[in-house]
């Protein structure tokens, strides 16, 4: 199996446990809180879907699909377009509330556009270095494994959060 369909394979996989996460999620589940410092299901999944555009945007050479498709301004957060919530506080977290249906549809938007970058490579592309601040440096296959990385340990966080509120009730 090549590089691009294991890569490709691992995307779709993070965008079906989004859909899992999501699935029937109104706004008091979405927004759900095991604690008043906890990641809600809504900013873990806007989070991860914003890095994944962020950093595939960046390697495409592009603009994101959050500003270039008018997905900022459909969620009318209230701090920069170009947070992806690294570091944010846990009032900033708070102030994402979405809809499950938004949240879907951005993280669809910026997996179609994922995949349509993923069919332009070829597997030399994947020993190309994209990231020269480190060492050793970040060539473009470690860089896609870390958002798949990322984009995991996001989405399984939001399904344990999502089972903590099933099980409160919510």
Known sequence: MLSIELVTDAFGRVNAAVHSVLRDAGSEFLTFRPDPEANTVAWLIWHLTRVQDDHLAELRGGE???????????FALPFDPAATGYGQSP???????????????????????????LGTLAEADFARIVDTRWTPP????????????????????????????????R
């Open 64 to 74: 994101q699909v959050w500003t270039g498709e008018g997905w900022a301004e459909r």
């Open 91 to 117: 009032d900033e977290v708070a102030a994402v509330r979405p809809g499950s249906a938004l949240l879907a549809g951005y993280h669809d938007a910026v997996h179609a556009r994922t995949l349509a970058y």
């Open 138 to 169: 970040v060539t473009l296959g470690v860089r896609l494994v870390s958002v798949i990385a990322d984009d995991l340990q996001h989405v399984g966080q939001a399904a344990y959060v999502r089972g903590m509120a099933e099980r409160a009730g």
